[in-house]
C-alpha cells in the first residue's frame, strides 16, 4: 500500500463505540492525513459517558480537546453539525473518503433516504454523488430488517459497510486490541498503511 496524504472526514453519530472514532482520528493524524471531525449530539452524550470526553461547543475547541486527548498534533478541523457552509458540505471541495465510526441506524437510515438535514447527512450525500469514498461502520446487534434494508441500499448506492466486528485470530488481549483490529479494517480500506494487528498467516508456523 502506498502512503498518501489525504483529506479524511471522520463522522461519530450516537452508536455505542465513539472509542472507534476516536482511534481511527489518531491514527489518521499520526499518518498525517487531514482530518475533518463531525461529531452528532447523541455523539457528544456517548463520547462523555463511555471515554469520558465532554467536548465544548466550540469546534475549534473541541478541536484541540481531541489532540489533548489523543496527545498527537496534526491538521485536525471540527465542524459544528448545522454549519453548511463549512467547505467539506460542497462537492466542490469534497473530502477524499468519508467515515462514519459508529454509524448509528439512525444515521444510515436518513442518509439511505436522501437526507441533507445536518451536515453530517449532506457530508454522506457529497461522498456518493461524488463518487468519493463512504465507508459506514455500523455498530449495533442485532439488525431489523429496515436496518439491513437501508444498509444494502447504502452498499448498493456506492457505500463501504463495514461493522464493528472485531477478530480473534491475533489473540488479541486487552480490549484495546479489539478496537485496533476494527480501526486496521478501517484504514486498509482507506488504503493507509498501519500495524495495528498481525496479518493473517504472519510468523504462524507453516507446513510446506
Request: hydrophobic content about 45%.
Amino acid at each position: 500500500m502506498n502512503k498518501v496524504v489525504r483529506h479524511i472526514v471522520v463522522i461519530i453519530t450516537g452508536a455505542s463505540g465513539s472509542v472507534y472514532g476516536l482511534r481511527l482520528i489518531d491514527e489518521l493524524l499520526r499518518s498525517s492525513q487531514t482530518v475533518s471531525v463531525l461529531i452528532s449530539n447523541a455523539g457528544r452524550q456517548v463520547m462523555a459517558y463511555e471515554v469520558g470526553l465532554t467536548l465544548d461547543t466550540s469546534p475549534a475547541r473541541a478541536a484541540e480537546q481531541i489532540r489533548a486527548y489523543l496527545q498527537v498534533d496534526g491538521d485536525l478541523q471540527c465542524y459544528a453539525n448545522d454549519n453548511f457552509f463549512a467547505p467539506v458540505a460542497s462537492g466542490t471541495s469534497a473530502p477524499d473518503a468519508t467515515v462514519i465510526v459508529p454509524c448509528s441506524m439512525g444515521t444510515a437510515g436518513r442518509i439511505a433516504a436522501g437526507l441533507s438535514e445536518s451536515l453530517i447527512e449532506r457530508v454522506a450525500d457529497v461522498a456518493l454523488k461524488e463518487r468519493r469514498e463512504l465507508l459506514l461502520v455500523p455498530r449495533e446487534s442485532p439488525f431489523n430488517q429496515i436496518h439491513l434494508e437501508n444498509l444494502l441500499r447504502l452498499s448498493q448506492a456506492g457505500a463501504h459497510i463495514l461493522p464493528a466486528m472485531p477478530g480473534f485470530y491475533h489473540h488479541p488481549e486487552t480490549i484495546d486490541d479489539l478496537v485496533d483490529f476494527v480501526v486496521g479494517k478501517i484504514l486498509d480500506s482507506l488504503n493507509i498503511e498501519h500495524t495495528l494487528f498481525p496479518r493473517w498467516g504472519a510468523g504462524a508456523n507453516q507446513e510446506d
